[in-house]
């Protein structure tokens, strides 16, 4: 990789104005790249700490990994996102079409914008490949939700993390065990700054609005206990015979409690395929994807969660809602460690007793976890910006 033109946090030599004019001499620009679902709620507190902050200039480049109103249009939206600066529109593909196609057409962006930063969020296609650009361009790289992993080396976003964290300058980590094993594998600890969790900015900016759709009453659920059910990991959804298990899981646990179910177009597609309908006994609701205050509003006020997602990991964590994750291992042990989330083997009856339990025990108080504070993209500006630290 390329020496850098200026260290991080120093502000770096584009955009010189007249040395008489008022206001700062110079400008960073950063560029922000997205594509998928979740990194749209990571971006958006960045979004909101740099307008209108002098001597920053924000080009945001959305990839059109996700391009469903659903999955993506609906989270601009929600959460006040301006249109982005470039759209791509590399939609759906094998892993190898999809991240060579945004790598493809984001190398002229990253050359015509000459950023100081290349901002990549989490550890989806669109991640990974706007760094392998960046980093062959000599642009420095700062990745928000850095020094995660699973050790699951077939989940292609162990892939997409491991390989954006060697190639990144600046690693913003969510919690101390992100610094851990970032350390582990031999990055700089001054590279490394633990500034907390991002997504929480963009839960306690937006609980409020969410509270106030009362998305359950949309279900017949007012002051009603209800679960919420999330699956789309490949493991989970590709291979029939999980699916079916999962699916009949469900099926059973919804003969105690409603399951609200938003699926993901790649579940949806496997659902239909496999020909999977819910017996007669059992309120399994199989909806369209939800809206980021929507989703948010559900399961803020859910008795259980149930998903294969990152994000809800981590947002049920927040809230004090009970999770299960149906994955045998977790990026995010914090939420397990401290937070209200239990993994559990995606089997039926696994499921089906895992539930039964979080039914019958009292809901614990929420865990406060170590700068999941909301003031994540604060601490990501200030370093950036204003050559602060966080250790
Ligand atoms: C991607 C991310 C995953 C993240 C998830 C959130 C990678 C490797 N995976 O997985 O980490 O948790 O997003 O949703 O980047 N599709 C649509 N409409 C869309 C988007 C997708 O119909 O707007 C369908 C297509 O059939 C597509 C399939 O969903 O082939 C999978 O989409 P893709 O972006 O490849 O992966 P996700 O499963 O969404």
């Known amino acids: 990789m390329l020496v850098p033109a200026a260290g991080a946090g120093q502000p770096p030599s584009s955009g010189f104005q007249a040395e008489t004019e008022p206001g700062p001499l110079l400008t960073i620009t950063l560029l922000?790249?997205?594509?998928?679902?979740?990194?749209?709620?990571?971006?958006a507190p960045l979004a909101r700490a740099v307008t209108g902050r002098s001597g920053v200039r924000h080009v945001i480049v959305h990839t059109g990994q996700h391009y469903d109103a659903g999955m993506s249009d609906a989270f601009f939206q929600d959460l006040a996102i301006r249109e982005?600066?470039?759209?791509?529109?590399?939609?759906?593909?094998?892993?190898?079409?999809?991240?060579?196609?945004?790598?493809?057409r984001i190398e002229p962006v990253m050359v015509s914008e000459r950023p100081d930063f290349v901002l990549v969020f989490g550890d989806v296609n669109s991640t990974v490949a706007a760094a392998l650009v960046a980093a062959k361009l000599g642009i420095q790289i700062a990745h928000v939700e850095a020094g995660l992993r699973s050790r699951d080396w077939s989940m292609p976003e162990e892939i997409n993390r491991v390989v954006t964290d060697r190639l990144s300058d600046l690693l913003f980590t969510p919690s101390r065990d992100g610094n851990a094993n970032l350390l582990a594998e031999g990055v700089p600890s001054d590279r490394i700054h633990f500034v907390g969790n991002i997504m929480i900015d963009s839960l306690v900016y937006a609980l409020p609005s969410a509270r106030g759709l009362r998305a359950p009453d949309h279900y017949g659920l007012t002051g009603r206990p209800y679960v919420v059910a999330t699956l789309h990991r490949p493991s989970n959804v590709d291979d029939a015979t999980s699916l079916r298990a999962l699916f009949r899981g469900l099926e059973a646990v919804a003969r105690d409690l409603p399951v609200i179910f938003p699926l993901h177009p790649r579940t949806q597609g496997r659902i239909a395929a496999e020909g999977l309908v819910s017996g007669a006994g059992s309120d399994l609701r199989l909806i369209e994807p939800v809206g980021y205050l929507e989703m948010l509003s559900l399961v803020a006020d859910a008795t259980l969660v149930i998903t294969d997602s990152g994000g809800l990991q981590e947002e049920t964590t927040f809230l004090g809602v009970p999770c299960i994750t149906v994955r045998e291992n977790t990026e995010r042990p914090i939420t397990c460690l401290q937070g209200t989330n239990q993994l559990v083997s995606p089997a039926r009856d696994a499921l089906e007793r895992a539930a039964r339990e979080v039914?019958?025990?009292?809901?614990?108080?929420?865990?406060?976890?170590?700068?999941?504070?909301?003031?994540?993209?604060?601490?990501?500006?200030?370093?950036?910006?204003?050559?602060?630290?966080y250790r």
Request: charge should be neutral; charged fraction near 20%.
């Open 359 to 389: 039914f019958s025990n009292a809901r614990r108080s929420p865990a406060e976890i170590e700068r999941w504070d909301g003031r994540t993209a604060e601490r990501i500006v200030g370093v950036l910006v204003g050559g602060e630290a």
């Open 32 to 43: 922000s790249v997205v594509g998928a679902r979740p990194n749209f709620m990571k971006l």
């Open 84 to 104: 982005p600066d470039y759209h791509l529109d590399v939609g759906s593909a094998s892993h190898a079409q999809q991240t060579a196609a945004i790598m493809q």
